[in-house]
C-alpha cells in the first residue's frame, strides 16, 4: 500500500468507527427521557455524524468544488457530493437524525475507490516490472579501473563489460566471452539462451553466469531497450474504439442522469400539486428517490474498468514478448480473419543453410570438405552457408591446404585443394567445362562440385523453413483465421514447396516490393468481414506493413523500419505468437464487453427500481461501489 492509500484506509476505519459507535449509543439513549425534544442532544448527534461524513468525504467534496470551478461539473465526485449532501439535508429536514444513509455511502464509496486504487496500482506495478528493463549503468574500463557510466553516454563501438548478474545496457557483439542470458522481458521466453563470441546481443537481457565483453553497434537512444520502452509508452496514447465510446458515452451520460435525478425530485410532486392528488408521495418522497438515482447513475464502473481492461491487456502481451502499440491495434488483432505472410524471415529462417548433400563416388564428409575449402575466401552468402556445414561438425578450414583460388564471374570457384584442381558453381560452370553433372528437382541453389574435372556431386543450399511455421498456421485456422497468404520475390518452385509444406492457403512468387502492395491491396478490397494483418520481418516490407489493416513485424527489434511502421512487433522470430496474440486480443476484447454489459445491466435495473422507490440507498451503493469493484478485478484478468 501506498502513503496516500494508507492514509485513506485510516479514515475510512476511523469513520466507521465513529458511526458504529454512534449508532450504539443512540440506540441505548433513545428510550432515555431526556434523548426526547432534547436540542443539545440532538445537535451533539449531527455534529458527531457531520465530522465522519467529512473524515470519510472531505476530499471528496473538495475535488467537487474544484472540477466546479474548473468547469468540469459533470464527475463521480458531483454525483456523490450531490446525492450526501442531499440526504442529510433530508434528514434534517425531518428532524429524524438518519444520518447513517449519507454517511455510510461515503464510506462504501471511498472503500471501493481505495479497491479500485490498489488493483489498477498492482497491475501498473506487473506492468512496470515486465518492462524493468532500463539499465541503471554499463561498464567501462578506465586507466585500468572497471567505471560505472551512464548508457546514453556511451558512443558506438565503445567496448563494455557485462558482469554476471547485470543487464546488458547496449546492443552489440559479444567479442570475448561466452553466458547464458536470461531474455524473457524481452522475449517471454523463460529459457536461457547461449551466448558466445561474435554473436550479437540485445540491450534488456539479463547475464546469468559468464563475464563478457561486448562492442556497442548501437547508442543509447537507438538500442532495442529504449525502442520498447518507448513504445509501451506511446501505447497507452492510441485509444480503442471501445475507450473512445465509453469517454464520449460519459460526457453525455452524466449530464443527461443529472437532468434526470433533477426532473424525478421536481416533476412528480408538480403534477400531483396540480391534480391535488391527496395520496400521492410528498416532496421528501421524491427527492430521495433522485439522490439515489444519481448514487446508482455513477458511471465509474465503465469509466475505470475499460481502460484498465486495455492497459492490463497490453501489459499481458507484454509479458508474452508481444508489443502491442495501443488498445486500437488490440481490436484489431482481434478481428484479423486473413494473413499475408513474407517468406524469408518470416516463414523461414532467413539464412542459407545447406539442406541436402548429394554424393558421387566419394562420401557426403568428403564432398562438403572440398567445397568448403574451395570457398574459403569469399564472402557470398552461400559460401557462408558451405563453411559453416563443414565447421559445425567441430572441423576447421585448413587455409594451408587452398591455393590459387579463381571467383568466374557468374559461375562460380576455382581453387587448388590439397594439390588437386577443384571446381564449384553452377550448372553453366560445368557445362564450360564439359563435365557431366547431376540435375535435380529440389528447391533450392545447387551448387555442382568437380575435382580434376571429374564430378563428385552437389549441394542443395536454401532457406530452411522454420520448425514451428507449419503448427502456427494450423493454429491461426484454428482460432478462426480463415485466410492465409504468402507473397515473396523467390522463384515460383520454391514458393510454391514452402506453400506446401506448411499449408498456406494461397501464394505468389516473384513479386517486387511494390507488387506486394498491389496485392495487399486487391485481398483488402476482398475482405469484408473481417481484418488483414500483414506479417514481415520489417525491414524491405515497410510499405505493406503500413498499407494493411494490421502490420506485424516477425523478430525485428533491431529494424527502425519495424518499430516505425509495424502496429503489433514480435520480440522474437517466434511466428506462433501471432496466434497467441489473436487470443489474447479476443480474451481482452470479451472482458471489457463483459464490463459494459454487466455495469449498464445493473445500472439500469437499478435505475429504473431507484424511480419506482423500491430501490434504497443501500442497493444504490451497490449498484455504484459494488459493480466498480467486480469491474475491476474482472478487467485485472488481462493481465495473465
Not at 486495455?310 to 486500437?328: E, R, Y
Request: proline residues 3%; aromatic residues 6%.
Amino acid at each position: 500500500m501506498t502513503k496516500k492509500q494508507k492514509k485513506q484506509l485510516r479514515r475510512i476505519i476511523l469513520s466507521t468507527v465513529i458511526i458504529a459507535a454512534l449508532v450504539c449509543f443512540q440506540h441505548f439513549y433513545n428510550g432515555h427521557p431526556l434523548s426526547k425534544d432534547n436540542w443539545i442532544y440532538k445537535i451533539i448527534i449531527t455534529v458527531i455524524y457531520l465530522i465522519s461524513y467529512l473524515i470519510a468525504g472531505g476530499d471528496v467534496l473538495k475535488k467537487a468544488i474544484k472540477n466546479i470551478i474548473k468547469g468540469q461539473i459533470f464527475d463521480e465526485n458531483f454525483l456523490m457530493a450531490v446525492a450526501t449532501i442531499g440526504a442529510i439535508l433530508l434528514a434534517l429536514y425531518k428532524k429524524d437524525l438518519d444520518f447513517n444513509e449519507a454517511v455510510a455511502v461515503m464510506i462504501f464509496y471511498k472503500t471501493g475507490e481505495l479497491f479500485e486504487s490498489i488493483a489498477v496500482g498492482k497491475s501498473r506495478k506487473n506492468i512496470s516490472a515486465l518492462m524493468d528493463i532500463r539499465p541503471d549503468f554499463a561498464n567501462i574500463i578506465q586507466d585500468g579501473n572497471l567505471v560505472k557510466v551512464d548508457p546514453e553516454t556511451i558512443p558506438t563501438g565503445s567496448i563494455i563489460i557485462v558482469q554476471p548478474g547485470e543487464k546488458v545496457p547496449l546492443d552489440g557483439i559479444v567479442i570475448e566471452g561466452n553466458s547464458t542470458l536470461n531474455t524473457s522481458a524481452l522475449t517471454g521466453e523463460s529459457v536461457p539462451r547461449k551466448i558466445s563470441e561474435n554473436q550479437e546481443i540485445l540491450s534488456g537481457c539479463i547475464n546469468l553466469d559468464g563475464l563478457l565483453k561486448i562492442k556497442t553497434t548501437k547508442a543509447f537512444g537507438e538500442s532495442t531497450v529504449n525502442k520498447i520502452l518507448q513504445l509501451m509508452e506511446e501505447s497507452s496514447s492510441h485509444k480503442s474504439k471501445s475507450e473512445n465510446f465509453i469517454s464520449k458515452f460519459a460526457k453525455l451520460y452524466t449530464p443527461a442522469v443529472c437532468l434526470c435525478a433533477l426532473s424525478l425530485a421536481l416533476l412528480p410532486p408538480v403534477f400531483n400539486l396540480i391534480t391535488k392528488s391527496p395520496n400521492g408521495p410528498d416532496w421528501s418522497t421524491w427527492i430521495y428517490r433522485s439522490l439515489i438515482f444519481l448514487v446508482i447513475s455513477c458511471p465509474c464502473a465503465l469509466v475505470i474498468s475499460i481502460p484498465l481492461t486495455f492497459f492490463a491487456g497490453l501489459g499481458g502481451a507484454s509479458k508474452k514478448g508481444i508489443l502491442i502499440k495501443g488498445s486500437n491495434y488490440m481490436e484489431t488483432l482481434a478481428k484479423i480473419n486473413t494473413i499475408v505472410f513474407d517468406k524469408t524471415g518470416t516463414l523461414t529462417e532467413g539464412v542459407f543453410k545447406v539442406q541436402k548433400i548429394n554424393a558421387v563416388n566419394i562420401s557426403q564428409t568428403e564432398l562438403i570438405e572440398i567445397a568448403a575449402h574451395a570457398e574459403s575466401n569469399s564472402t557470398h552468402p552461400i559460401a557462408k552457408s558451405i563453411i559453416e556445414a563443414y565447421t559445425q561438425s567441430g572441423k576447421n578450414i585448413d587455409l594451408s591446404k587452398v591455393s590459387n583460388i579463381h571467383e568466374i564471374a557468374g559461375k562460380g570457384i576455382t581453387a587448388i585443394v590439397d594439390g588437386k584442381e577443384v571446381f564449384c558453381g553452377n550448372q553453366k560452370l560445368m557445362e564450360s567445362l564439359n563435365i557431366n553433372s547431376i540435375t535435380t528437382d529440389d528447391c533450392g541453389t545447387v551448387i555442382h562440385v568437380a575435382v580434376d574435372k571429374k564430378y563428385c556431386g552437389h549441394l542443395i543450399i536454401a532457406d530452411g523453413i522454420k520448425p514451428s511455421a507449419k503448427d502456427a498456421i494450423k493454429s491461426l485456422k484454428s482460432i478462426g483465421v480463415n485466410k492465409t497468404v504468402m507473397l515473396t520475390g523467390d522463384s515460383e518452385s520454391i514458393a510454391k514447396k514452402v506453400a506446401s509444406e506448411i499449408s498456406i492457403d494461397e501464394y505468389h512468387a516473384e513479386l517486387l516490393p511494390q507488387n506486394k502492395v498491389e496485392w495487399v491491396e486487391t485481398l483488402l478490397a476482398s475482405c469484408k468481414n473481417g481484418k488483414l494483418a500483414f506479417t514481415g520481418d520489417g525491414i524491405n516490407d515497410a510499405p505493406v506493413l503500413a498499407r494493411s489493416d494490421l502490420g506485424i513485424a516477425m523478430g525485428a527489434l533491431g529494424s527502425d523500419a519495424a518499430i516505425e511502421a509495424a502496429d503489433v512487433v514480435l520480440m522474437d522470430d517466434d511466428i506462433q505468437k501471432i496466434s497467441t496474440g489473436i487470443k489474447h486480443s479476443k480474451k481482452v476484447l470479451t472482458i471489457v464487453w463483459q464490463n459494459i454489459f454487466f455495469a449498464l445491466g445493473i445500472k439500469f435495473a437499478c435505475l429504473i427500481l431507484g424511480a419506482m422507490g423500491i430501490a434504497n440507498m443501500w442497493l444504490a451503493i451497490f449498484a455504484d461501489v459494488g459493480v466498480m469493484i467486480i469491474a475491476v478485478l474482472n478487467a485485472i484478468r488481462a493481465l495473465r
